[in-house]
């Protein structure tokens, strides 16, 4: 069964240094992975993908994640964090062997970005 | 990106009372919409899949009596909590589905709705 796994519920990083969030996977076959973000009382918005190609993915924001097959990951990144960045970050996957249409997401990982 | 709206965003009813939740594609047709929902500092927990013009596919766990889900047109899912009770209280989101291949294209989300049973 597939599953994903955000290891930290909380990552604090201060403005303008780079920031890093993990994410590990576990699927029967290739995944297809989702990095999302909610805001308070908001639903999540769409952050990057990634299906195949590149293993470097960039996406809204400024967000980038890098796929890496050989430690199932797909850390999410920024260069440079801003205090905006402050939000709740999903980690998501689909495993394309499972002959459905869900996506499984990790717990969540909260972000704060210290001005 | 795809736009998808909830309505309302937020509601507060009495226990026993019923509560219908909209879930609307604004600028796309959705064949498949997903239902969500959230706890409190919690993951998302998948609640049903609704697919236009068939009936919802519920997750284990999941009372079909008591959520239930219409899916009528490519744009609009409803979501019907019955008899309301405290326990249900919860922050209920709404997904879509964009384009017909099912593993890589992207689910796009609603805002949520707060749902306060009293």
């Known amino acids: 069964a597939q599953s994903v796994a955000q290891p930290e519920d909380q990552v604090n990083v201060a403005e303008g240094n780079p920031l890093t969030v993990k994410c590990t996977y576990s699927v029967s076959g290739n995944p297809y992975l989702f990095w999302y973000v909610q805001y308070p009382n908001r639903g999540l918005q769409f952050l990057l993908k990634y299906i195949t190609g590149d293993n470097l993915v960039k996406g809204s924001y400024g967000f980038e994640a890098e796929f890496n097959k050989s430690q199932t990951s797909f850390h999410l990144k920024k260069p440079s964090a801003l205090v905006s960045d402050s939000a709740l970050y999903f980690c998501?996957?689909?495993?394309?062997?499972?002959?459905?249409?869900?996506?499984?997401f990790g717990k969540g990982t909260r972000l704060h970005i210290l001005p | 990106g795809a736009v998808v709206s909830q309505h309302p965003s937020r509601v507060i009813c009495k226990s026993g009372t019923s509560v219908k939740i909209e879930c609307r594609s604004l600028d796309f047709q959705a064949t498949t919409m997903f239902w969500y929902r959230q706890f409190p500092k919690k993951s998302l927990m998948l609640m049903a899949t609704s697919n236009e013009g068939s009936k919802a596919t519920y997750e284990q766990g999941v009372e079909k009596d008591k959520f239930l889900i219409n899916h009528a047109s490519l744009t609009l899912s409803t979501l019907t909590v019955t008899s309301a009770h405290p326990e249900d209280s919860s922050f209920y989101i709404c997904?879509?589905?964009?384009?017909?291949?099912?593993?890589?294209?992207?689910?796009?989300f609603g805002p949520g709705t707060r749902l306060t049973v009293l």
């Open positions: 998501a996957v689909r495993d394309p062997m499972n002959r459905d249409d869900k996506i499984i």
């Open positions: 997904s879509a589905r964009v384009g017909l291949a099912v593993f890589t294209d992207t689910q796009y």
